[in-house]
Nanobody, 117 residues
Framework: QVQLVESGGGLVQPGGSLRLSCTAS???????????MSWYRQAPGKQREHVAR?????NTNYADFVKGRFTISREKNTVYLQMNSLKPEDTAVYYC??????????WGKGTLVTVSS
């Protein structure tokens, strides 16, 4: 089992920045067996969508709507999402995801990001 805990959400003005963190906890075997960690988001009334992903080999990919603005990184069992040039349409609950063993998915409870003046 992997537990994921997100933090770092909050209210920010358009054009501002936030850094989200997600820390994974569990046995050493399970943590070392995580293949990839990702961030997803879900805006009110919309489906959850993929934002960014980083593999155990530190390969990354991003949704087109965040390229050039968001950066995903990972240090040990924590994954970060640096969000710059935030827009009102980035307002959503941001969820952390971890894939263990190639097919077991774990989710955090989410952290709310609100971009508003």
């Amino acid at each position: 089992q992997v537990q994921l805990v997100e933090s770092g959400g909050g209210l920010v003005q358009p054009g501002g920045s936030l850094r989200l963190s997600c820390t994974a906890s569990g046995s050493d075997f399970v943590i070392n067996d995580i293949n990839a960690m990702s961030w997803y988001r879900q805006a009110p009334g919309k489906q959850r969508e993929h934002v960014a992903r980083i593999t155990s080999g530190r390969n990354t990919n991003y949704a087109d709507f965040v390229k050039g603005r968001f950066t995903i990184s990972r240090e040990k069992n924590t994954v970060y999402l640096q969000m710059n040039s935030l827009k009102p349409e980035d307002t959503a609950v941001y969820y952390c995801n971890a894939v263990q063993g190639g097919f077991v998915n774990y989710w955090g409870k989410g952290t709310l990001v609100t971009v508003s003046s």
